[in-house]
């Protein structure tokens, strides 16, 4: 096999300019894109002889540049927020109806949208963190305090009480389902809760509920908050996963009760989520099994989703909306949050004397309505900070720098 020295490779100069007319040849071939892209961007009769000539010498890139805009076009279409009118949300509405009723065994996706009534901004939305976030805007902090369940939340809580809906299953962090009311063993918060702090080093693990946002110095794969644990001393750390982490923790993300709750479910509604992260746990879904044996799918978002084609229905309207139509549906009253209920203050871990200013973020406000400057070191409610750490912060870009490496 052995070849004559010098027969088939090439010298030194001889590669170089090998080199250098690959170059040539693909830049020629860039500004031959650009030029049929200029042209094709003229109104057809506007077209002088030679552009016509260069289109259709250049059939193949002008072939390209269809398709670019195919696909752009999908995509825009993906992002746009779609209302169904108020007669076919009615419609709509009462077939969920049926199958809420008929359900031996509903459980409740939800994502970003069922909180951005309570003035919590979704990720993907036109107004969404992660678009803000994108066009070099900040978010502000101040919302997120005072926040407080929605309607959809506390109709959730509701279809729990009645025994209609077994399990919720939440990709938000913003500890909204559990300030509804909404038990513990009945809610998997899947990407953690930034109410709740733990020490991992105790065992079993020892839980802090705080009233304020415990995650402002953290971020991806950085979790301790910089507070101490009572009983043996050590960091505590948030709980929020961020894109690009496993979540281990046994609560309050609950997979065990997500994953049982998803293998005993007939009916799955799905509120205010892209799905664009939950498809991907693969449990939630039942995919292994046959098509006819899998839960039924009713997805509510005014953007696709990558379900929808799986989905029984889909319904394009705002949670707060579908879920109050679906009260009516059902008879029920629809049910108002009352701080006096809200368990997140029996549940909190008041902060020790030293720990009072080990955090800047607005106390959310107690539940006589009274806004006490003392336990609110941060304070100036009229001038929040921008969030900057935290639960959606820097982690969040992080995980969208990292997904642009890859793409
Ligand atoms: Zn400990």
């Given at each position: 096999m052995a070849e004559e020295p010098g027969v088939g490779i090439p010298s030194r100069a001889e590669r170089k300019a090998s080199e250098k007319?690959?170059?040539?040849?693909?830049?020629?071939?860039?500004?031959?894109?650009?030029?049929?892209?200029?042209?094709?961007?003229?109104?057809?009769?506007?077209?002088?002889?030679?552009?016509?000539?260069?289109?259709?010498?250049?059939?193949?890139?002008?072939?390209?540049?269809?398709?670019?805009?195919?696909?752009?076009?999908?995509?825009?279409?993906?992002?746009?927020?779609?209302?169904?009118d108020a007669d076919e949300l009615k419609n709509k509405v009462r077939q969920l109806a049926v199958a809420v009723k008929q359900a031996n065994h509903l459980v409740v996706y939800t994502g970003a949208g069922i909180s951005t009534a309570a003035s919590i901004p979704d990720y993907r939305g036109p107004n969404g963190v992660w678009t803000q976030l994108q066009k070099g805007r900040t978010v502000s902090s101040s919302d997120l305090s005072k926040a407080?369940?929605?309607?959809?939340?506390?109709?959730?809580?509701?279809?729990?009480?009645?025994?209609?809906?077994?399990?919720?299953?939440?990709?938000?962090?913003d500890g909204l389902h559990l300030r509804s009311g909404l038990p513990r063993n009945a809610l998997s918060e899947l990407h953690g809760n930034m109410f709740i702090e733990v020490c991992?080093?105790?065992?079993?693990?020892?839980?802090?509920?705080?009233?304020?946002?415990?995650?402002?110095?953290?971020?991806?794969?950085?979790?301790?908050?910089g507070r101490r644990c009572d009983h043996c001393g050590s960091e505590l750390r948030d709980t929020i996963v961020h894109f690009g982490e496993r979540g281990t923790l046994e609560q309050p993300?609950?997979?065990?009760?997500a994953a049982e709750a998803a293998k005993m479910a007939d009916v799955i509604l799905c509120l205010g989520s892209s799905l664009k992260v939950l498809k991907k746990y693969a449990c939630l879904w039942c995919m292994n099994r046959p098509v006819g044996k899998r839960p039924k799918l009713y997805i509510v978002n005014l953007?696709?989703?990558?379900?929808?084609?799986?989905?029984?229905?889909?319904?394009?309207?705002?949670?707060?909306?579908?879920?109050?139509?679906?009260?009516?549906?059902?008879?029920?009253?629809?049910?108002?949050?009352?701080?006096m209920e809200d368990p997140i203050y029996s549940l909190a871990t008041p902060l020790r004397p030293e720990e009072v200013n080990s955090h800047t973020r607005e106390v959310i406000a107690p539940p006589d309505g009274r806004l006490d400057c003392s336990i609110n070191p941060g304070g100036q409610a009229e001038e929040a900070p921008a969030v900057e750490g935290g639960w959606f912060g820097r982690g969040y870009s992080k995980g969208r720098k990292k997904k642009k490496k890859t793409a």
């Open positions: 007319a690959k170059i040539l040849q693909r830049e020629s071939e860039r500004n031959i894109f650009k030029l049929v892209g200029r042209v094709l961007k003229k109104p057809e009769d506007e077209r002088t002889e030679e552009e016509a000539a260069i289109l259709l010498l250049h059939r193949d890139t002008v072939d390209e540049h269809c398709k670019r805009q195919v696909r752009r076009n999908v995509l825009k279409r993906k992002q746009e927020e779609v209302f169904d407080k369940p929605t309607l959809t939340h506390m109709c959730i809580r509701m279809l729990h009480k009645q025994n209609m809906v077994k399990h919720v299953v939440s990709q938000n962090c991992t080093f105790c065992s079993p693990v020892k839980e802090y509920v705080r009233l304020f946002d415990v995650t402002e110095r953290t971020t991806l794969h950085r979790h301790g908050t993300l609950n997979w065990k009760g953007q696709w989703t990558p379900k929808d084609d799986l989905a029984v229905l889909k319904i394009h309207g705002k949670c707060d909306d579908v879920m109050s139509l679906l009260m009516k549906e059902l008879n029920f009253q629809i049910p108002v949050y009352d701080r």
